[in-house]
């Protein structure tokens, strides 16, 4: 049992000097940098350690965490609801169809707000440590550091309605999935950068099989699909509705965060057809192609993306609360 102390090799997981720096928004919203400075100062350790434990005992985690953030901050903005347990008031984002029986992560968020509460009690959001622990997600497995301006208070309520309608499906098509990200703010630059995050983790067949064996109702595989990915995909999804949540790999070449992930796009191995259609549009083609190339402007445009994730729909000021636990609100 580690304590918080006595972290082996802590020098590596400690951040960058930040300098003071407030990040302004519209109506008069701040986050600030230095937020909790004075109020939790064990905040940057304590989920830098969490995240730590979770990706050491489950490298899958790393992925997962980044992934629940984006399903949190897509939906409604970034104020938590998608950490939100269904009551006699709502039907909340976990059961919505994207997340149902898909969305990981729940524990670790959990025990990094139960060790805050110790220390800080009613002071961190689980908007706020749920974007820390993207952060720390990505960076624990060679991914970029970016500074995460904090402040963000947790929304009272969820809706799984909002959910199935707000987030991208992995068979929409690029047009409507960029329609989606600039209702948020975010761009088509946005969307290629951000998609980028699928160097890490997992999809269940379910969410690609028509590629393999009935792409757009002809009876046939994606003709654009690899031939070796499409043999290798099919041994994992076989065509039989048992094997639909069969896991494969969304980036099967490395398994640490790079930009590896464009390459394979332009090799037609890309595994979500929301991904290979990045290659076969001619807005976004060219930024593939700038990505693959050139790890260290993906790393560096996937830092200044997830600021802007980060940033939509915030509640500051007196707006929401601090939940005490992140799955049920104050009452």
Not at 88 to 117: H, M, Q, W, Y
Not at 146 to 151: A, E, H
Not at 302 to 319: C, D, I, P
């Amino acid at each position: 049992m580690f304590s918080y102390l006595t972290l082996p090799c802590l020098i590596l997981f400690l951040s960058p000097y930040v300098h003071s720096q407030m990040y302004p928004f519209p109506y008069g919203q701040q986050l600030d940098y230095h937020f909790y400075d004075r109020t939790c100062p064990r905040l940057p350790m304590i989920v830098r350690y969490n995240v730590w434990a979770a990706v050491k005992n489950d490298t899958r985690m790393a992925a997962s965490l980044l992934r629940m953030h984006f399903h949190d901050c897509i939906v409604d903005g970034c104020e938590g609801s998608v950490l939100l347990d269904d009551t006699e008031d709502f039907k909340g984002e976990k059961n919505a169809l994207p997340n149902r029986n898909s969305l990981r992560g729940f524990e670790v968020i959990d025990t990094i707000k139960t060790d805050l509460e110790r220390f800080c009690p009613s002071t961190v959001s689980c908007a706020d440590i749920l974007t820390l622990a993207a952060r720390e997600a990505v960076v624990m497995v060679g991914g970029p550091f970016w500074n995460v301006p904090l402040g963000r208070r947790d929304g009272t309520t969820a809706s799984q309605k909002s959910a199935n309608e707000q987030i991208p499906s992995p068979i929409e098509s690029l047009q409507n999935i960029t329609a989606k990200f600039s209702s948020k703010g975010l761009d088509i630059k946005d969307v290629v950068v951000l998609s980028g995050g699928h160097t890490l983790g997992f999809a269940q067949c379910f969410t690609f099989k028509r590629r393999l064996f009935n792409f757009d109702g002809s009876g046939n595989p994606d003709p654009t699909l690899d031939s070796s990915v499409l043999t290798n995909l099919k041994s994992v999804c076989p065509n039989r509705d048992a094997s639909n949540s069969n896991l494969a790999p969304l980036d099967s070449s490395t398994s640490k965060f790079d930009n590896v992930y464009y390459t394979s796009l332009i090799n037609n191995a890309g595994l979500l057809e929301s991904d290979q259609a990045l290659v076969k549009d001619t807005n976004t083609a060219a930024m593939v192609n700038s990505y693959s190339g050139n790890s260290f402007l993906f790393s560096q445009d996937f830092a200044a993306s997830m600021v802007k994730l980060g940033n939509v729909g915030v509640l500051t000021g007196q707006k929401g609360q601090i939940r005490k636990k992140c799955g049920s609100v104050n009452y």
